[in-house]
């Protein structure tokens, strides 16, 4: 069994990755970056180090790699033969490998291969879907040969260590959960997979409980002067606005999927140790990098604000939150500059403001969430 895995980052290595070894599969990652792909044709080995309750070191092996942007004939031909495709390159980066996909799809139709497995592992709802239409575009025959399957992932993969090499240091915590249907009842044999009819409730609570609060206490802890995320949560103030934030999409998940309270909670109360892991090393300028995207329409904040203001409820501690993440100011953060720019342009100028906020939040002026952004963004 192969499977070909786009990104040979640190979650790819140190997540999809080593679960795809423990179930068996040759693994070739593809990525643009040269010296990393050096790194893994001429290494035997890597080893994740899982680091919290009870920890291990897994070595994993029988890999490979390849330079997806300058060989795209090798590329194909591991997409034609592969059983698995998967990604955790980012979802903006999804289009841009989507035509890479398409071609390796169509070398399948063309040799009579059988279907392969297609799964986006990105911290975005559906992105899977996302990835299909983008494949469909450039390839419409796309659905004879591949079988595209939503997924939700957590695993907290900080920033490594100088001098790790292909090594990566994780949470023992892991969930994939990945949608059972589309595979008719034939699901790969991947043990580290949960496999689930529906997978909504699973990767909307996922995001607005895991990505929400991991992204709230770097920008409150920001905010304070703190640097290390476990740091932030000993903080009382920090804590406070961070439970508060959680408090608010508890209770849009209660509402939404059903989730008895005192387990949603008890979900809360797990993701918050999660974070207070002394063992990794996180920071809030890296949780917190590309604030942009982070403040987007659907994405952590004002995804589950917006639902709550159409429902009557206040987001109050959500939109202190993004208040937070505005003045985010990270120099080695494009995005965090870019976002700086913006708010400066627009200072004192509320017409221009509030362009800014439909612009960036994607939230119009008739929305009942606008007036509270508009504020928070006019005190950036």
């Known amino acids: 069994m192969k499977a070909l895995h786009f990104g040979a980052g640190n979650i790819g290595r140190g997540f999809v990755g080593v679960l795809l070894h423990e179930a068996g599969y040759e693994l070739v990652f593809a990525d643009v970056a040269q010296p990393l792909i050096d790194s893994l044709n001429a290494q035997p080995a890597y080893t994740v180090h899982e680091v919290g309750n009870e920890p291990r070191d897994v070595e994993v092996t029988n890999f490979s790699g390849v330079n997806s942007a300058d060989d795209p004939d090798a590329l194909t031909e591991h997409i034609r033969t592969a059983d698995i495709v998967t990604t955790a390159v980012g979802p903006t980066v999804l289009k841009i490998i989507a035509p890479a996909i398409a071609e390796g799809l169509r070398a399948r139709a063309e040799s009579g291969a059988g279907k392969v497995a297609v799964m986006a592992c990105e911290n975005a709802i559906n992105a899977t879907d996302g990835l299909a239409e983008a494949i469909r575009a450039a390839y419409p025959q796309a659905d004879d040969v591949a079988i595209f399957a939503n997924t939700a992932v957590d695993r907290i993969v900080p920033n490594q260590a100088p001098g790790q090499g292909l090594d990566v240091t994780v949470e023992t915590y892991h969930e994939w959960a990945v949608n059972s249907g589309p595979f008719d009842g034939r699901t790969p044999d991947i043990p580290g997979v949960t496999w689930v009819e529906d997978l909504a409730p699973y990767i909307t609570r996922k995001l607005f409980t895991v990505n929400t609060g991991h992204a709230a206490t770097a920008y409150f802890g920001y905010g304070a002067g703190i640097s290390k995320i476990s740091d932030a949560l000993e903080d009382t103030d920090v804590r406070a606005k961070v439970e508060s934030v959680l408090a608010e999409t508890k209770l849009l998940l209660v509402e939404k999927f059903g989730f008895a309270p005192e387990v949603q909670?008890?979900?809360?109360?797990?993701?918050?140790?999660?974070?207070?892991?002394?063992?990794?090393?996180?920071?809030?300028?890296?949780?917190?990098?590309?604030?942009?995207?982070?403040?987007?329409?659907?994405?952590?904040f004002v995804g589950p604000a917006a639902e709550l203001a159409e429902n009557g409820h206040s987001a109050e501690a959500l939109v202190l939150a993004i208040g937070a993440a505005l003045a985010f100011d990270v120099p080695e953060d494009p995005e965090s500059v870019e976002l700086r720019r913006r708010l400066a342009d627009a200072h004192g100028n509320r017409s221009a403001t509030d362009s800014l906020v439909a612009e960036l939040t994607g939230i119009e002026s008739s929305h009942p969430l606008f007036t509270a952004l508009s504020e928070a963004f006019s005190q950036a």
């Not at 920071?283 to 982070?294: I, Q």
Request: without cysteine.
């Open 265 to 300: 909670q008890s979900y809360v109360e797990k993701i918050l140790t999660r974070f207070t892991n002394p063992h990794l090393p996180d920071t809030v300028e890296r949780v917190g990098r590309a604030p942009l995207r982070k403040i987007s329409r659907n994405e952590r």
